[in-house]
T-cell receptor
C-alpha cells in the first residue's frame, strides 16, 4: 500500500514554465520532506516541513505543508533544464521509528 | 554536511552468488540506517531498518534470510544479497540520519546490482 500518492507522475514542460507537484495521503505525518533524485544517484534532500500550513521557499521552489499535515505541494517557478529529475515526497509518521515512507514520485523533464 | 558513502556503485554478479553492499556514515555516527530498493521508474521502497548492535527490522514481504543486514559499528551497515537471482537486480540505496540534520536523512549514492 502506497501511503503517499504524487501527481502528476510525469511532467514534460518547456524552460520558463511554472509547475506544481502534489503529494497526498490519508495519513497524518509529523514531518514531510521533498527530495530530488537524478539517474544513478541517491535522493538529495530539498526541504523539510513540520508545521501544518507551513510554507518554505528555496529560490524558485516553494513548498507547502497542508494544514492537516496530510498533504504537501511543490511549486517551481520559471523551470530550468537543471530542474529535470525525479521529485519524491517522503513522510515520517509518529511512532514509526523514524521510518520514511516515500511517495510514488514525479518525473520532471524541462526542455529548452 | 552529513555524508553517507555507499560502495560499490555498481556490481554485476552471477546467479547464485552473494553480493555485499556497504554503507558508511563518514562524518557522523548513525545508530540507525535504512536500506531501500528502487526498480526502474519507480519510487523507493523501504526494505529494512538497520540497528547498531541489534537485529535489523525488516518490512513485510522482505526475506531476512535473503537480505542479510549487519550493523556492527556506528558508522557501517552492510547489506548482503544471498543467492542472488535476476529478479534481485535493482538499485539499492542506504540512508542514515544525522542528529545535526534536523528531520533530515542523508542518502548514499546507491548501488546498481545486476544479476546475470
Amino acid at each position: 500500500t502506497q501511503l503517499l500518492e504524487q501527481s502528476p507522475q510525469f511532467l514534460s514542460i518547456q524552460e520558463g514554465e511554472n509547475l506544481t507537484v502534489y503529494c497526498n495521503s490519508s495519513s497524518v505525518f509529523s514531518s514531510l520532506q521533498w527530495y530530488r533524485q537524478e539517474p544513478g544517484e541517491g535522493p538529495v534532500l530539498l526541504v523539510t516541513v513540520v508545521t501544518g500550513g507551513e510554507v518554505k521557499k528555496l529560490k524558485r521552489l516553494t513548498f507547502q505543508f497542508g494544514d492537516a499535515r496530510k498533504d504537501s505541494s511543490l511549486h517551481i517557478t520559471a523551470a530550468q533544464p537543471g530542474d529535470t529529475g525525479l521529485y519524491l515526497c517522503a513522510g515520517a509518521r509518529t511512532g514509526t521509528a523514524s521510518k520514511l515512507t516515500f511517495g510514488t514520485g514525479t518525473r520532471l523533464q524541462v526542455t529548452l | 554536511g552529513a555524508v553517507v558513502s555507499q560502495h560499490p556503485s555498481r556490481v554485476i554478479c552471477k546467479s547464485g552468488t552473494s553480493v555485499k553492499i556497504e554503507c558508511r556514515s563518514l562524518d557522523f555516527q548513525a545508530t540507525t540506517m535504512f536500506w531501500y530498493r528502487q526498480f526502474p521508474k519507480q519510487s523507493l521502497m523501504l526494505m529494512a531498518t538497520s540497528n547498531e548492535g541489534s537485529k535489523a527490522t525488516y518490512e513485510q514481504g522482505v526475506e531476512k534470510d535473503k537480505f542479510l543486514i549487519n550493523h556492527a559499528s556506528l558508522t557501517l551497515s552492510t547489506l548482503t544479497v544471498t543467492s542472488a537471482h535476476p529478479e534481485d537486480s535493482s538499485f539499492y540505496i542506504c540512508s542514515a540520519r544525522a542528529d545535526r540534520v534536523i528531520y533530515g536523512y542523508t542518502f548514499g549514492s546507491g548501488t546498481r546490482l545486476t544479476v546475470v
